[in-house]
């Protein structure tokens, strides 16, 4: 059974940073596409990042280009999410998502929630100005 748990959400002032972290159990490859998403109350589910583990390709949301960076660690099935720089506009529920099966490319259709077969339950991100 596959199962995402997120965390590393809280609150924190405007300009800091947070570490969130992705662990994936049920499925022990190295060969998995990771995304990060986010959702504000009252806004659509946004992509924001990411990753082939395999091959540690990335890819990222114009809004937080130079400021997140996803990163994976296969021995413990995690993938990172590092913010920096942080908005009051990055708060939201942030979750993480897996699809086991494609051939390694990464571009912009891999931060569509449609292209995910599995879902964490997410974990809150909250920015104060």
């Known amino acids: 059974q596959v199962r995402l748990v997120e965390s590393g959400g809280a609150s924190v002032q405007a300009g800091g940073s947070l570490r969130l972290s992705c662990v994936v159990s049920g499925f022990t490859g190295t060969n998995k596409y990771i995304g990060w998403f986010r959702q504000a109350p009252g806004k659509e589910r946004e992509g924001v990042a990411a990753?082939?583990?395999?091959?540690?390709?990335?890819y990222y949301a114009d809004s937080v280009k130079g400021r997140f960076t996803v990163s994976p660690d296969n021995p413990k099935h995690t993938v990172y999410l590092q913010m920096n720089s942080l908005k009051p506009e990055d708060t939201a529920m942030y979750y993480c998502?897996?699809?086991?099966?494609?051939?390694?490319?990464?571009?912009?259709?891999?931060?569509?929630?449609?292209?995910?077969?599995?879902w964490g339950q997410g974990t809150q991100v909250t920015v104060s100005s």
């Open positions: 998502a897996a699809r086991f099966s494609g051939y390694g490319g990464i571009w912009d259709g891999t931060l569509k929630a449609d292209y995910y077969t599995y």
């Open positions: 990753i082939y583990t395999l091959r540690g390709s990335t």
